[in-house]
Nanobody, 121 residues
Framework: QVQLVESGGGLVQAGGSLRLSCVAS???????MGWFRQAPGKEREFVAG????????DYADSVKGRFTISRDNGKKTVYLQMNSLEPEDTAVYYC???????????????WGQGTQVTVSS
């Protein structure tokens, strides 16, 4: 059984930084990975993606230049460094595998429990 466990969320003031982690365990077919977020009353949305090799990355326009996705395949861990946080970034953040061999924005498989990020103004 595949498990994804996100951590690193918290309460931060606008302009601050957080680093999220996502650890995969179980029989996990290591693949392209992504971060998504869901704000209250809104649909879950794509935030960032990274290829299996770590060479290719993709970002939503709203976070481009502020967030950085990375991975450590040896540790089966994906990271999301979030800088210059804004109140609009407040959401529960999730990681997921991404469909396809090329980098897409389509999640597949199971979700973790997510980690709450709250940015105060």
């Amino acid at each position: 059984q595949v498990q994804l466990v996100e951590s690193g969320g918290g309460l931060v003031q606008a302009g601050g930084s957080l680093r999220l982690s996502c650890v995969a365990s179980g029989t996990f077919g290591w693949s392209n990975m992504g971060w998504f977020r869901q704000a209250p009353g809104k649909e879950r949305e794509f935030v960032a993606g990274i290829s299996l090799s770590g060479v290719f990355t993709d970002y939503a326009d709203s976070v481009k230049g502020r967030f950085t996705i990375s991975r450590d395949n040896g540790k089966k861990t994906v990271y999301l460094q979030m800088n210059s946080l804004e109140p609009e970034d407040t959401a529960v953040y999730y990681c997921a595998a991404l469909a396809g061999g090329v980098l897409t924005r389509t999640p597949v498989g199971s979700w973790g429990q997510g980690t709450q990020v709250t940015v105060s103004s």
